[in-house]
């Protein structure tokens, strides 16, 4: 099956987690070591990105440690054309929609559609909005963050998403964020698609995942929570809370 059809099938039985990694930070058996730990914590994916470059080589180094230790897809979560290897399971084909450079829009996209199709990289369609603060990939992405408070700004960018016909919409407060998504943007938005609603950046406690789950939120990702010292059990706490809702 598929990715999208394991993902699909997850979320009729209920929410699901995925853990971000950021290849640049450490060497491939790290990451392993991190990703086990997150299966064994209860995530559903391994996504693997940054908010800066990465070349292939070191993309297929890190990949191919993690899936000698987890039996999880992982998808890859590019900044861009290069950051892709066939090594992963699928590939989030994303426009960054609030963006100002055409980069992020469609031109990426163009320029590592052909790469996808001769990896054999399942790609999977996804509306990507960055909303206050942004932090370094807001920056990187040059985006236009979405204000806090602007739920009509949300809502018109997730149904733009959707109406595109993306599988996915994400929207992502950035990694260490001080808070994430406000819990009525999330339910603004949740109540406005038709299609699986991605929230992550900023999560750090078992109640701020208990609230987006009551919001609506199908999918939360975390990714510098388990690269802490406790982050393994703060990992497991967060992913409780955010399944039992």
Not at 152 to 159: D, G
Request: aromatic share 4%; with cysteine.
């Amino acid at each position: 099956m598929k990715v999208m059809g394991q993902i699909a099938e997850k979320l009729a039985r209920g929410r699901m987690h995925m853990t971000l990694l950021d290849p640049d930070k450490l060497v491939p058996d790290e990451h392993a070591t991190i990703a086990a730990r997150a299966m064994g914590s209860g995530t559903d994916a391994i996504m693997i990105g940054g908010s800066t470059g990465i070349d292939q080589a070191s993309l297929d180094a890190v990949i191919g440690a993690i899936k000698k230790k987890v039996s999880l897809p992982v998808i890859l979560f590019p900044m861009g054309a290069r950051a892709l290897s066939a090594k992963a399971d699928a590939v989030y084909f994303m426009s960054l929609l609030n963006s100002r450079d055409p980069r992020f829009l469609t031109r990426e996209q163009a320029m590592g559609a052909p790469f996808i199709r001769k990896l054999g990289i399942e790609p999977i369609p996804m509306g990507y909005i960055i909303v206050e603060p942004g932090m370094k990939v807001g920056e990187v992405g040059q985006a236009e963050p979405v204000r806090r408070g602007d739920l009509s700004a949300a809502i018109s960018y997730s149904l733009c998403a959707q109406y595109f016909g993306m599988k996915l919409v994400y929207l992502e407060a950035g990694s260490g964020a001080p808070e994430p998504v406000p819990a009525e943007m999330v339910k603004a938005v949740k109540g406005a698609i038709e299609i699986p609603l991605i929230v992550g950046g900023g999560v750090r406690k078992p109640e701020q995942a208990r609230v987006l789950a009551a919001a609506g939120a199908d999918i939360l990702v975390t990714g510098t929570l388990v690269e802490s010292s406790d982050g393994v059990k703060r990992l497991g706490d967060v992913i409780k809370a955010f399944k039992r809702g």
